[in-house]
């Protein structure tokens, strides 16, 4: 099964609006990592969370991780309509197998 | 120049043939994947190489083969194609400390 799941499998929104999406995962991690993906095309990294941060800001984008709870967030602001994309929850498992794992992604659609 | 090149970024085949998939990357780094994305199913690990001489299996690595020909260049290699191998295929490279993967743009493949 897979190491991180998202929450929502789909979301859509109004511009201006936010866009919350979680992903959870099961083993301990070294990092967790967000990535978007437009349309069939290849995944472009967004931002790195380590495993003894809890918070990052980068842009209209934030992300917390709770490793108590194997969870992590991102949240993106004030969306666009060019925000319309999947994303995606990776995570760096702490065993440093070099895997990176991920998770099913969320569909995000942002409404002009 | 792209960082990770996939060639070729389309491809139908006929069910029992072989095909080779080939990805190549200028970041230098030691470590390179191949992922197969399927809709609904986020990305899958097949295989995974630390450097030229370490490779190792992902969690989908029945009735694929790789190669890693040089620190730049790792082929994945279908060596009987059937239909359930269709789908989007993705090559990536991150560094020995699992910080951000780099992408290629895909393989799109099609087995008839």
């Known amino acids: 099964s897979q190491q991180g799941e998202e929450d929502p499998q789909a979301l859509s929104i109004q511009e201006g609006e936010n866009a919350t999406m979680n992903c959870s995962y099961k083993?301990?991690?070294?990092?967790l990592q967000w990535y978007r993906q437009n349309s069939g095309r290849g995944l472009v990294h967004l931002i790195l969370?380590?495993?003894?941060?809890r918070e990052k800001h980068s842009g209209r984008l934030r992300v917390t991780l709770d490793t108590s709870k194997k969870s992590s967030s991102l949240l993106i602001t004030a969306s666009r309509a060019a925000d319309t994309a999947s994303y995606f929850c990776?995570?760096?498992?702490?065993?440093?197998?070099?895997?990176?794992?991920f998770g099913q992604g969320t569909t995000l659609q942002v409404k002009p | 120049d792209a960082d990770v090149t996939q060639t070729p970024r389309n491809r139908i085949t006929k069910t029992g043939k072989r095909i080779m998939l080939e990805c190549s990357q200028t970041?230098?780094?030691?470590?390179m994947y191949w992922y197969r994305q399927d809709p609904g199913l986020g990305l899958r690990l097949i295989y995974y190489?630390?450097?030229?001489?370490?490779?190792n299996k992902g969690e989908i690595s029945d009735g694929y083969s790789v190669s890693r020909q040089a620190q730049a260049k790792f082929s994945l290699s279908l060596e009987s194609a059937i239909p359930n191998q269709t789908a989007l295929y993705f090559c990536?490279?991150?560094?020995?400390?699992?910080?951000?993967?780099?992408f290629g743009q895909g393989t799109r493949l099609t087995v008839v």
């Open positions: 969370i380590r495993s003894n941060e």
């Open positions: 970041k230098g780094h030691d470590r």
């Open positions: 990776a995570t760096a498992l702490s065993s440093n197998t070099g895997k990176l794992i």
């Open positions: 083993t301990s991690i070294n990092n």
């Open positions: 990536a490279t991150s560094d020995y400390m699992n910080t951000e993967a780099f």
């Open positions: 190489s630390f450097d030229v001489k370490d490779i």
